[in-house]
Each structure stands twice: as C-alpha cells, then as structure tokens.
T-cell receptor
Framework: AQSVTQLDSQVPVFEEAPVELRCNYS??????LFWYVQYPNQGLQLLLK??????LVKGINGFEAEFNKSQTSFHLRKPSVHISDTAEYFC???????????FGKGTRLSVIA | DGGITQSPKYLFRKEGQNVTLSCEQN?????MYWYRQDPGQGLRLIYY???????QKGDIAEGYSVSREKKESFPLTVTSAQKNPTAFYLC???????????FGSGTRLTVV
C-alpha cells in the first residue's frame, strides 16, 4: 500500500526567510503527487500537483515543489514566507488508477514576525 | 457556484447516539470520499464511492456507514460502535480528469 512520510511535524520560520517542507513517499511504478494547505477549521486547498512532465512544479502563493524519483521525494519550497502562510500543509500521493488519495500526517508551518 | 456543501459545520452529540453528516456536491463528480482528521494524524480514509449505489471501505471504516443513492449526495453515519468519534470530518470529490480532488469545508463532531 502507498504511504507518505512528512519528516517534520512542525516548522517555525521567520517572516521573509525561505522554507522547505519535506515529503517522501513509498515507491511505486507511477505516482501522482500533491501538496495541500489547510487553514484552521477549513477544508483543504490544492497548492500544486505533479502528474507528469517537468519535475519542478509551480503552484499558488509562490510555492514550488520538485519531484525526485530516485529519492522518492516531493519537497515543497518557498523562497520568502509571509505571516499569511501560517497553516498546516499536507503531502499526498495517488497511484495510477482509481485508488484513493493517501495523505501524510501534515506539517504545521508557523511564520514568526 | 459549483462546490461541496458539508453540514452542519459544528455538531454535538451525546455518547451512544448515531449521527449523520451531510455532504452534497454540484460538481457532477462521480467519486466521493470521506476522510477523518485528528491532530497529528493527517487525513485517514473512512469510505469512498466511485459510482452511485456502490462504495468501498477505507482504512478506518469500523463504526461508520455510508450510502450513495444519488450522485450528488454521500452522507456519513457515525454509529455508536465508533469508539472515539470526536474529530473533524472532511468530504471530497474527484474529477476523472487529472485526479483533482475538491474538499468541503468540514464538519467538526464533538461527542460528549
């Protein structure tokens, strides 16, 4: 069964500093990878996704992620964070076909002024 | 506007009572999902349905039941058999194209 590991449960970072949220997935022949953001007491909003093609994926709010097949990783990055980026971030994976989305346990990003 | 409506947003129930959470969509998506979220646990799949009148158990289906009588609706019943029902419940739909999932705004269930 597919699984996702988010290596950091909490990441504090100062405003305007860069940030990387790490995500590793269990190997599979082909996977589709996603990052979602969740603000308190809300649903999930898609930040970006990798389906195929370029391994560097750009998303909303200035975030980007790089798919690395050899390291089975899909780390999320932002060069300069804002207070409004404070939220929980989830990495998720789906294998080809109709299997449901599998989530990591989340990383809480706290941006400090 | 197209989207997913989960109701109610907050729900309180006494221990031992069954409760049904509503999920309605007007996106015309075939597949619908229920996830449970607990602090530090991420989202765990309860049930999902890919077509009307068919559904499959997820990883934590015990103590829950669902129905899918209409494409637009996928209600989740939390039964008295669920040992620890207090959680945040999220409904999602999926379009067949590019695996995109859309999430509702969630229902926070508190059992007292």
């Amino acid at each position: 069964a597919q699984s996702v590991t988010q290596l950091d449960s909490q990441v504090p970072v100062f405003e305007e500093a860069p940030v990387e949220l790490r995500c590793n997935y269990s190997s599979s022949v082909s996977v589709y990878l996603f990052w979602y953001v969740q603000y308190p007491n809300q649903g999930l909003q898609l930040l970006l996704k990798y389906l195929s093609g370029s391994t560097l994926v750009k998303g909303i709010n200035g975030f980007e992620a790089e798919f690395n097949k050899s390291q089975t990783s899909f780390h999320l990055r932002k060069p300069s964070v804002h207070i409004s980026d404070t939220a929980e971030y989830f990495c998720a994976v789906i294998s080809s076909g109709n299997t449901p989305l599998v989530f990591g346990k989340g990383t809480r990003l706290s941006v400090i002024a | 506007d197209g989207g997913i409506t989960q109701s109610p947003k907050y729900l309180f129930r006494k221990e031992g009572q069954n409760v049904t959470l509503s999920c309605e969509q007007n996106l015309n998506h075939d597949a619908m999902y229920w996830y449970r979220q607990d602090p530090g646990q991420g989202l765990r799949l309860i049930y999902y349905s890919q077509i009307v009148n068919d559904f499959q158990k997820g990883d934590i289906a015990e103590g829950y039941s669902v129905s899918r009588e209409k494409k637009e609706s996928f209600p989740l019943t939390v039964t008295s058999a669920q040992k620890n029902p207090t959680a945040f419940y999220l409904c999602a739909t999926r379009t067949a194209a590019n695996y995109g999932y859309t999430f509702g705004s969630g229902t926070r269930l508190t059992v007292v």
